[in-house]
């Protein structure tokens, strides 16, 4: 039995807060954005967190997503789904990457994915908070596990995916519950399909960042990569960016955990990996703005940062800047060479988002951005298994042994 979910464990949520304006929010109440239209973060009492939880007793609790209980928002332990929230491991890569490069493989965890961290959070509050039919826009990843959490809990669920959704994405949505309609359109245009049901009445809008709580889910992974490294940081961090509701959640457990006192100033370099197919946090990067244009013609092989645009766009270049990283773009041709040097050299499959953070680190290591002693986490958000894979075509013909059984008398 898995302590973390049955114990009774206090929460220590104070209020929400708006990313831009700082505005303060009631907790225990239903919200989607800020009145002035940006993702609200979850605030927690964390001199009351620090007096409560010594790092000693939480290094004795089992190490899945349930164990950072007093930083995570839900209240009540009934209201948790849990499918086994695993923490993930951190796997050497030396022959496509080197001697120091790690990938947290987040493809074990439950529906392949690591949307399945952000999910398994935003669907416990929308348990929480009462709500009973939820709706989202995704690109795959995200609609099976919101599929999966929400049907498990009885509640309903709608979901829309952009056109060239991979097939096996749409069936595993549909197949674990949940109404899902493709569009002919991009992510944001089936999230304005989602907003427009919201604003009627008829579901709850739970689109990357519009709710508060993925992002605490997602911040899990930060949490954890400090856990593993025994309080110390990597050097950098390459993250695959599409909404970045991960890179912004690692960038935020940094900050509750030095709060804590668990952790110092330092920060990893984070670097927020787009494919040159779909750029637009690059764009703005190199261009130095605080908000990113929409991004025309998107297209990419990564399908999970085939992101045209982000709500929390100016979060994820604040967190990126502040470290002391960069945003960097890749082509299509190096993400594929990268998963299959990755899988044939190192046995480890990565999805293509997952070979994008590995064919940036090549690039960076060719051009000095980093340097081959330094510590690096690259990040595999989902099992490669989900996405095509180059053709085997080879057949091996053997002549046939007759079945039938002869009597020779
Ligand atoms: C969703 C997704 C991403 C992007 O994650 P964000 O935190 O939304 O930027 C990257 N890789 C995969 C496989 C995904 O499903």
Request: hydrophobic fraction near 40%; aromatic fraction near 6%; proline fraction near 5%.
């Amino acid at each position: 039995m898995n302590d973390n979910l049955c114990a009774d464990r206090p929460t220590f949520v104070t209020h929400l807060e708006c990313s831009m304006t700082g505005e303060r929010y009631e907790a225990d109440r239903l919200h989607g954005l800020s009145q002035a239209g940006r993702p609200l973060l979850v605030r927690y009492d964390l001199d009351a967190v620090k007096a409560a939880l010594a790092k000693d007793a939480l290094a004795a609790r089992e190490t899945d997503l349930w164990r950072w209980r007093e930083l995570l928002p839900v209240r009540r332990t009934e209201n948790i789904v849990s499918l086994g929230e695993i923490e993930t491991p951190l796997i050497p890569v030396p022959r496509s990457g080197g001697a120091n490069v790690l990938v947290k493989d987040e493809g074990r965890l439950p529906t392949g994915s690591f949307k399945a961290r952000g999910l398994v959070m935003a669907v416990a509050m929308a348990k929480e908070l009462g709500v009973t039919r939820i709706a989202m826009p995704t690109n795959g990843n995200a609609g099976a596990a919101l599929a999966a959490y929400a049907s498990r809990c009885g509640i309903e669920t709608i979901v829309f995916c952009p056109e060239d959704t991979p097939e096996v994405n749409v069936r595993e949505i549909a197949v674990q519950g949940a109404r899902v309609w493709r569009v002919n359109g991009l992510i944001d245009d089936c999230g304005a399909i989602v907003g427009k049901g919201a604003a009627e009445g008829r579901w709850f809008d739970l689109s990357t960042l519009k709710e508060p709580y993925r992002i605490e889910g997602k911040k899990t992974m930060g949490l954890e990569l400090a856990a593993q490294g025994g309080w110390r940081l990597p050097d950098a961090i390459f993250y695959p960016t599409g909404g970045g509701t991960g890179l912004i959640g690692m960038w935020k457990a940094f900050d509750e955990l030095e709060k804590l006192g668990w952790i110092g100033p330092e920060r990893p370099r984070m670097y927020a990996v787009q494919a040159s197919g779909c750029a637009p946090i690059v764009k703005a990067f190199d261009d130095g703005v605080e908000h990113a244009e929409r991004w025309e013609n998107a297209h990419t092989v990564a399908a999970g940062i085939r992101v045209p645009r982000a709500v929390g766009d100016f979060l994820i270049l604040r967190a990126v800047r502040e470290s002391g990283g960069k945003a960097l773009a890749v082509d299509d041709a190096d993400t594929l060479r990268a998963v299959a040097d990755c899988a044939r050299d190192d046995g480890l499959l990565l999805c293509p988002e997952g070979g994008a953070t590995l064919a940036a680190y090549r690039n960076a290591l060719a051009t000095g951005e980093v340097d081959a002693g330094e510590r690096v986490v690259l990040f595999n958000c989902a099992t490669g298994l989900k996405y095509p894979m180059p053709e085997a075509p080879n057949w091996l013909t053997v002549p046939r042994r007759s079945t039938s059984t002869r009597c020779d008398g």
